[in-house]
């Protein structure tokens, strides 16, 4: 099984809502910073949201839109996005920085048509 899991992305129309989740297994999500970048169609990677000991940060550019959360319980982040808007188009990855190891999920596509 992959160490982390991304599901929840689609198609939507501006103005709308997704929520993406990122299953982790448990040795990589206890207590490690958890986080969401994205990749736009000939754009680099970036960094979306953080999930940490240190508390939550955001990107300027989602700010007051995407909130990240996790529940350990299930060993599960997520992100929901509210307001999207065709920027905001591109593949978005989970991510774990456990004991000085990065872990990806696969990504998940979102597509917000204008």
């Known amino acids: 099984q992959a160490p982390l899991v991304e599901s929840g992305g689609g198609l939507v129309q501006a103005g709308g809502s997704l929520r993406l989740s990122c299953s982790a297994s448990g040795r990589i999500f206890n207590s490690a910073p958890m986080s969401w970048y994205r990749e736009a169609p000939g754009k680099e990677r970036e960094f979306v949201a953080r999930h940490w000991h240190r508390g939550i940060d955001y990107a300027d550019s989602v700010k007051g839109r995407f909130t990240i959360s996790r529940d350990s319980a299930k060993n599960t982040v997520y992100l929901q996005m509210n307001s999207l808007r065709a920027e905001d188009t591109g593949v978005y990855y989970c991510?774990?920085?456990?004991?000085?190891?990065?872990?990806w999920g696969q990504g998940t596509q979102v597509t917000v048509s204008s």
């Open positions: 991510k774990s920085d456990f004991s000085g190891t990065e872990y």
